[in-house]
Each structure stands twice: as C-alpha cells, then as structure tokens.
C-alpha cells in the first residue's frame, strides 16, 4: 500500500472528525506508515458501575486508532474502509493513569486488512489487545 497523504493535514482532518475519539480525550501521539500510537488519559467518567474503566470505552478509543492509521496507509483506488470483525481481549482492570495504544498492520490479503492494537498502562503492561479485520471500499 502506496501512502501519498500529507501527515499533518491527514492528522489535523481526522482529529477534527473523529468526534468519539475527541470527545474520550484520545490523543494522537504518532503516526506512520508501520504504526501509530494513542494516549487516553483514565477518566472516571468512563467507568462502568464497578468501578474501572468500561470495556466499551477502551475498546472504542483503540478502534478508532486502528481507523487512523488503516485510513492513513489506504491506498488511492480506495474511498475508505470498514470493520469487519473485531476481537477484543481485555487482560487487566484500568482504574487510572495513562494508557497508551500501539496499533500497526498484521497482515494484508486484497481488500482486507488485519490490524493489532495493543493497549499498555504507564507501567508497559498489556491491559487490552484488538485485533480487527478491516474491509478497504474500492472507488466507484
């Protein structure tokens, strides 16, 4: 996959539309064409009646770090992309800190692409791991 965007623009572009990930307070700390890293900052209100950080929230901030990065290495005979099937496997409970999401591309078969997110806290331990199965969209 040939990468002709704009780093900067492309990035600017997405933190303006990627309102779910604004709205969580996702950070986009780096960007190329092998991976790219997000930052969440724990919030409590983002927990579920527990206690800890809701699955669904976590899950959501590491999905849209894969829809960066998958958009960002989409080639130009693609219009875009879509999930297909997602796995998420939650390894420990988050109640606070920083967590730090690593995503990069597994493997690509035509129009699917197999991306991993790996969810770490401020120690580097694995709190959550996503693997995704994205569709690419040809242009009409």
């Known amino acids: 996959m040939k990468n002709q965007k704009n780093k900067q623009e492309y990035i600017a572009n997405f933190e303006r539309t990627d309102r779910f990930g604004s709205l969580m307070g996702a ?14 900052t724990v919030s409590a209100n983002h927990y579920n009646p527990n206690g800890i950080l809701h699955g669904g ?3 959501g901030i590491m999905d849209s770090s894969q829809g960066l990065f998958v958009h960002y290495i989409l080639g130009d005979t693609y219009s875009g992309a879509v999930t297909g099937t997602a796995t998420v496997k939650y390894l420990a409970p988050v109640r606070e800190g920083i967590i730090r999401i690593r995503t990069f591309l597994k493997e690509h078969q035509g129009r699917k692409l197999f991306v991993n997110s790996v969810a770490t ?4 331990n694995e709190v959550a791991v996503l693997e995704e199965i994205w569709i690419s969209i040809l242009k009409k």
Do not use: M, Q
Request: proline letters at 0%; charged letters at 25%; aromatic letters at 14%.
């Open 27 to 40: 950070k986009i700390i780096s960007l190329s064409s092998d991976e790219c890293v997000f930052e969440y």
């Open 57 to 59: 929230a976590l899950f």
């Open 121 to 124: 806290n401020v120690e580097g």
